[in-house]
């Protein structure tokens, strides 16, 4: 496996061009503070943004604990994946991240520098500083099954590839702003998330009541199962996917939780 390292110092702006830089060595493996990302997918890891205090989320980068680390080792080695880009503040984290996760040594290190102007990482700099966001290299929509309940703001660079197309996807970004960047700590209970999904549901044109709401996590997955008497005469599924559609976009507008699935049930019909 070619190992290629990318360099620069914290708030640089190094996840912002992690996937540029990926594209024009040919890498689809990029590995960013903690996550592995494939393709704007989060395979495997834990970021180190949801860590606690600073001190943690180094740790994290680092691959410090066993299991994450074996967890990206095992999706690594499942990629089969002939190259990877490993992002760090120095060149010998990058080196340290390499060893850490038995991948080649690294045989071409690339600093922020030659990638981006000093204009650039000023205003990275800036961003980071002032506001404490930062940039993950994947799309909003695969980052709110991460990070679900983090604020996001999605960014869009198009790039033109070689052959003179436009690649959307490839270059998304997503800005999360990290769980010790905040002044204190936030929780949404179940209950709150299921009486979000009662009243979603019950003013669905068809929908007599909402009987049963239940919320569970499975596998990491927000899921929702939802009872609901219907009126006669209404199309049912119609109906179901409306009410599927008014739970998790709701959700996402209000709490920024991703939702999986939302299963509904008609237990009754009501003439």
């Known amino acids: 496996m070619r190992t290629v390292g990318f360099s620069g110092k914290s708030g640089t702006g190094k996840s912002f061009k992690a996937l540029s830089v990926a594209l024009d060595n040919g890498i689809k493996l990029i590995v960013d ?9 989060v395979l495997a890891g ?23 680390t074996n967890q990206v080792k095992m999706a690594i080695k499942e990629s089969g994946a002939d190259s990877i880009l490993i992002l760090g503040t120095s060149e010998k984290m990058v080196n340290l991240i390499a060893e850490k996760l038995g991948v080649s ?26 506001y404490g966001k930062h940039v993950i290299p994947v799309p909003a929509l695969e ?12 960014i ?19 800005i999360i702003r990290p769980t010790y960047g905040y002044m204190g700590d ?18 669905v044109d068809g929908v007599v009541s909402v009987d049963k709401v239940v919320y569970y996590q ?11 008497t219907l009126k006669y005469g209404y199309n049912f599924k119609n109906v ?19 939702i999986d699935s939302v299963d509904v049930c008609v237990v009754k019909v009501k003439v």
């Open 218 to 228: 499975n596998n990491l997955k927000n899921e929702f199962r939802i009872d609901v």
């Open 105 to 130: 040594p690294v045989d071409k290190h690339i600093h922020i520098e030659d990638v981006a102007t000093t204009q650039e990482i000023k205003i990275a700099n800036n961003m980071r500083t002032r």
């Open 33 to 41: 503070d903690g996550l592995l990302i494939c393709d704007g997918k």
């Open 46 to 68: 834990k970021s180190a943004k949801k860590e606690k205090n600073k001190y943690a989320s180094v740790l994290r980068a680092i691959f410090n604990d066993d299991e994450h």
């Open 240 to 258: 179901c996917s409306s009410i599927q559609t008014r739970i998790a976009e709701s959700i996402d507008h209000m709490a920024a939780i991703y």
């Open 156 to 174: 869009t660079s198009i790039k033109k590839l070689a052959d003179g197309l436009f690649d959307k996807n490839s270059s998304e970004r997503t």
């Open 143 to 154: 980052i709110k099954r991460t990070f679900s309940g983090y604020l996001l703001d999605p």
């Open 186 to 203: 936030f929780e949404i209970t179940e209950k709150v998330l299921c009486q979000i999904a009662q009243y979603e549901a019950s003013i």
